[in-house]
Nanobody, 121 residues
Framework: QVQLVESGGGLVQAGGSLRLSCAAS????????MGWYRQAPGTQRESVAT???????NYADSVKGRFTISRDNAKNTVYLQMSGLEPEDTAVYYC???????????????WGQGTQVTVSS
């Protein structure tokens, strides 16, 4: 099993910055992709940014130029640096990873518990 623990959410004024962190732990053999998703009340969960094991990144159009995803493979940790935050960025942010547990033969998707980000106008 793999556990994901997120941190870094909070309340910030529009135009401000926050940095989210997500550390993976447990019985990990290989971590493939890692990413951040968000869900605002009454909406579906959407992809914000993802990063593959080779460092390739992908961003939602709404956050391009404002958010930066990165990962520290030695720490099994993914980060999301958010700048120029807007009230529309308010949501619960979830970390996701696709990983191979020790002894497993297939990759499994794991989700964190979510961290609230609130941007005031």
């Amino acid at each position: 099993q793999v556990q994901l623990v997120e941190s870094g959410g909070g309340l910030v004024q529009a135009g401000g910055s926050l940095r989210l962190s997500c550390a993976a732990s447990g019985s990990i053999s290989i971590i493939n992709s890692m990413g951040w998703y968000r869900q605002a009340p009454g909406t579906q969960r959407e992809s914000v940014a993802t990063i593959n094991s080779d460092g390739r990144t992908n961003y939602a159009d709404s956050v391009k130029g404002r958010f930066t995803i990165s990962r520290d493979n030695a720490k099994n940790t993914v980060y999301l640096q958010m700048s120029g935050l807007e009230p529309e960025d308010t949501a619960v942010y979830y970390c996701k990873t696709v990983a191979l547990s020790r002894g497993a033969v297939i990759y499994t998707t794991y989700w964190g518990q979510g961290t609230q980000v609130t941007v005031s106008s």
